[in-house]
């Protein structure tokens, strides 16, 4: 059909994997495929019926001026051979994509998006079988289906190397993150929310924008985490070329809905949202649009990003007193958004001493001696198991001058399905001696080592193979490349 204005007899199509929209004058109608697409199954007549009535029950939750109704159409015997959803029609220039492409500012309209996300959120139901798709294992459930369901297109449009490579840091992070999930459960994240939040169904009306089209098929699919169900925008605005945004957006969503959630499932959901459209995609590509296998790169690519983004990561950040490892420690903290526990602070919370507050003694005595330092190393790795299993990246500052404490380490990263790097900062004896020099006085340090002990302290270590040696004698910003550069050996560092 031809495009022509409001108001004539001439209507534009529109067709998707599952529907074709019909657009004419004031109306739009949409006609479900009778398709059989695995995820859905709209082949027989009374099914395409109930869903029609069930997407506007649905979406006049978020936009209730614009679904109307169901139409029934009928065949040259008069009688019922199909359905339509009828819906106003809105004015194409205030579609979301639309003003991304015409470089108009949008800032305002996506923040008032968010306020207006979560807002939906905290009115939305909750509920046992709301929660239980929410789980883990639940999570695990659809991204298995996805895999399922696009093994056939690998090696064609979708790379092997790159699904096989999804797939695996899938199963790490989720193995890992149990404690994560729970959390978000018991903190009633699970909500019936919209699960298809695209910027092609968003309209920025001067009265507030309409969010249209959400998961009608399957209620099951529409239960979700809030934070999923904002991580689907947020993605879709980075593929549209507005990155910055859609982190904008996912800040601001977070703010409205007091989401404290790690940066670590920021990532996997928006992976989770664009490798399902990449099933889209391919699905698109097999009945016959030629153009899809470019959506299908895009989204992958994107997914695979932020998987890798999203890796959770335990850092040692050890060395004798003086080589300059906080300093490393913090900066770095900084680079990959994570939490610095630091072995000084935590000796001295464990003996009820102030973190600045002195607890000198010769070595190996007062709370330095060898109970207190076994102490010291079992809460900190406590304290790290518990972030890492809340989706931290986590970094630990401390000597790691003896290999068991090392290997303790390294048993925890294996617990948590954490990508574990090794570092050891080192400086000449001048340069120990003059960090040692400056840092007298310093009303925030919290270590009581002194040159004597930070050459004890070195001239006992056990060797330490594993690690990468940053010479941290050099600049900050010397020893802080170093440092990314070990954390990147395998090329799979991304920093969003």
């Not at 169901?70 to 359905?83: L, S």
Request: one cysteine or more.
């Amino acid at each position: 059909m031809r495009s022509t204005a409001p108001g004539t007899a001439f209507a534009t199509a529109v067709e998707t994997h599952a529907a074709v929209v019909y657009v004419a004058g004031d109306l739009a109608f949409k006609l479900k495929k009778p398709v059989d697409l695995g995820f859905l199954d709209f082949r027989d007549r009374t099914t395409r019926e109930a869903v029609c009535h069930r997407e506007v029950e649905l979406n006049r939750r978020l936009a209730p001026d614009v679904y109307l109704g169901v139409a029934d159409v009928h065949g040259p015997d008069g009688n019922v051979c199909d359905h339509l959803v009828v819906m106003r029609r809105m004015p194409a220039d205030r579609r979301l994509t639309t003003l991304l492409a015409a470089g108009t500012p949008v800032d305002g309209e996506v923040r008032r998006l968010a306020r207006m996300l979560a807002s939906f959120h905290a009115r939305a139901r909750h509920g046992p079988e709301i929660d239980a798709e929410g789980r883990r294992d639940a999570l695990r459930g659809r991204w298995d289906a996805t895999f399922a369901q696009l093994r056939p297109f690998h090696g064609a449009v979708l790379p092997e190397l790159t699904a096989r490579t999804i797939e695996r840091l899938t199963h790490d992070f989720l193995a890992g993150r149990g404690r994560l999930f729970a959390d978000r459960v018991a903190a009633g994240r699970i909500v019936d929310g919209h699960a298809d939040l695209l910027a092609d169904d968003i309209f920025c009306l001067d009265d507030g924008p309409r969010i249209l089209d959400c998961i009608e098929f399957d209620d099951r699919l529409r239960y979700v985490d809030g934070l999923d169900d904002a991580a689907f925008l947020a993605m879709d605005l980075e593929r549209l070329g507005a990155p910055r945004l859609g982190a904008a957006f996912l800040d601001w969503y977070a703010e409205f809905a007091a989401d404290p959630a790690p940066a670590s499932l920021r990532h996997h959901y928006i992976a989770y949202r664009a490798y399902v459209r990449a099933k889209v995609a391919c699905l698109r590509h097999a009945q016959g649009d030629p153009a899809a296998a470019a959506g299908v790169t895009v989204h992958a690519d994107l997914a695979l990003r932020h998987l890798r983004a999203g890796v959770v990561r335990l850092v040692l950040v050890g060395g004798a007193p003086g080589t300059g490892k906080s300093t490393l420690a913090g900066r770095l903290a900084d680079r990959l958004g994570a939490v610095v526990l630091n072995s000084d602070r935590i000796r001295k919370a464990l003996a009820g001493v102030a973190g600045e507050q002195s607890a000198a003694a010769p070595y190996r005595e007062g709370i330095y001696a060898a109970r207190w330092t076994r102490r010291t190393y079992d809460e900190l790795f406590r304290r790290a198991a518990r972030l890492l299993d809340r989706g931290e990246t986590v970094l630990l500052d401390a000597s790691f001058t003896d290999a068991g404490q090392r290997a303790a380490a390294r048993d925890l990263a294996t617990a948590t399905h954490s990508t574990l790097t090794e570092l050891r900062c080192t400086a000449t004896p001048a340069a120990v001696r003059q960090r040692m020099a400056d840092r007298v006085g310093d009303p925030h340090e919290a270590s009581d080592a002194d040159a004597r002990i930070a050459a004890a302290l070195a001239a006992e270590a056990d060797p330490w193979p594993q690690a990468r040696t940053v010479p941290a004698d050099t600049t900050p910003d010397a020893a802080l490349t170093t440092a990314l550069a070990a954390l990147d050996e395998s090329g799979q560092l991304v920093l969003v």
